[in-house]
């Protein structure tokens, strides 16, 4: 994944854009980068490799290192970004959150056919921001080239512009699965993925830019420069798992949405009799954790945390290229509270249940350490889709999700053309499919979110959400 924050002032705006970019560390661990517009100095750009250290050690010198009245900042678990272009619009820098699935046919079809080129990255792949500002520049104008890019382009592009004037242009991606919203402040404006990041810093809330909207920002003015598009397909897993506790989309709290989903959940499993008997409810941190608190309520089992992540010092479990890293890494984190967990029942919720892996490891600690049993409750249905329009999973084939898998090994590919009866628990073929999981992971019991259910949670009608991951509906 990945996420943005500019801003346009009356005053030097590098301190604004240095901790509102902070403030999207949590969707991604890749590359951190910064450019501003000084009068005199012109665009100035600095990027950092952010995987053994977090963005703010990083760029902690950067007031000394950068100045300017407009600055954009972008964390990314892919390209190195911002980056600067000259072109026939001018030199400007831009940053790209999102992803790009036609990337070879775009190339071909508009640069080398042309006899342009591209500076290419390690194995020859080519920036997305440098493919993005390609097709941007294939046009008169930001406003022109933006909706062209959007519209050939095959996957997702949210994009944040800082040009050589000292203005912001901010265009959300073409249906709007990425939020992208404008503060204003007494100084100025801001343009930034999570809301949250410049509430923080002083600005309030403008508004919410609609689908393939495109707006100027200037210090003391924001200019439409394209109207939204009616159809939105917002992604559901903003409010499930990698949207901030702390932010409002389209209206819709994350914490609240989480604390809902879990009494949904509750109320699944009394109707279908598989509520067990409990000690304790807990969340699979950090973001399982508001559906474990909704869920433990609902039910009026009481809400513990058996076992606590020592984050201080260990970089995110993630972040490690190699699997057995990263589940290492999560194995050391895990500190248990051993009166919370010898001969208890636990359930656990956790936001997702992708390939397991780690999930795994989680569940032979909490038995090594005398839990009675383990019960586990993902708060989305499972995941039968690799997500083709954000890259916020590690996953890039279906096969490595845990569902996929495992209904291969229970019916070989023939179960792949039943994936709605896997999804579905009151079906013969659901409920093999969570038995198997359960073998696997040892688990006591396994219940999924269902997708109304999550719907319901969220508040937002179905055909305005993206659910693809879930029904392979786009």
Known sequence: ??????????????????????????????????????????????????????????????????????????????????ILIRSNLGTYAIAVVGIINNAEELIEKYVISKGGHFGAMTGGAVNSCDLVAAMINQKNSFAEGIAFAQSVIKGTAAILILTNE??????????????????????????????????????????????????????DSITQLAPAEKEMKICSFLWSYY?????????????????????????????????????????????????????ANACHIPFARPFIKYTPTWMRSFTPTRQSDRNQIAKMKQIPVPDLIEGKNLLFVDDSIVRGTQLRETVEFLYNNGAKSVHMRSACPPIMYSCKYLNFSRAT????????????????????????????SSTERGKKLRNAICEKFKFASLEFQTLEGLIKAIGIDKCKLCTYCWDGKE
Do not use: W
């Open 243 to 295: 949207g901030y506790s702390t932010s409002d989309y389209e209206g819709v709290n994350v914490e609240i949405m989480r604390y809902r989903n879990g009494g949904i959940m509750v109320q699944n499993d009394i109707e279908n009799g598989t509520l067990p008997e409990l000690d304790y409810v807990g969340g699979v941190p950090d973001s399982g954790t508001p559906h474990a608190i909704g869920y």
């Open 397 to 424: 084939d279906d096969m490595e999700l845990i569902t996929r898998s495992t209904i291969v090994e229970l019916e070989g590919k023939e179960g792949l053309k039943h994936l709605d009866e896997y999804s579905d």
């Open 166 to 219: 000292g203005k912001i242009i901010a265009a959300r991606d073409k249906v709007g699965r990425l939020p992208l919203s404008i503060g204003k402040s007494e100084h100025g404006y801001c343009a930034s993925l999570e809301p949250f990041a410049y509430k923080k810093l002083g600005y309030t809330k403008e508004r919410e830019l609609g689908p393939g909207e495109i707006v100027e920002i200037t210090a």
């Open 1 to 82: 994944m990945g996420g943005f924050f500019g801003a346009v002032c009356a005053e030097d705006a590098v301190f604004d854009v240095f901790f509102g970019t902070d403030y999207h560390s949590h969707l991604g661990t890749r590359r951190g980068g910064m450019a501003a517009y000084d009068k005199e100095i012109g665009l100035q750009r600095d990027i950092h490799n952010i995987e053994k250290s977090p963005f703010r050690t990083k760029f902690q010198h950067i007031f000394e290192e950068m100045h300017g009245f407009a600055a954009i900042g972008c964390i990314s678990d892919s390209d190195p970004q911002p």
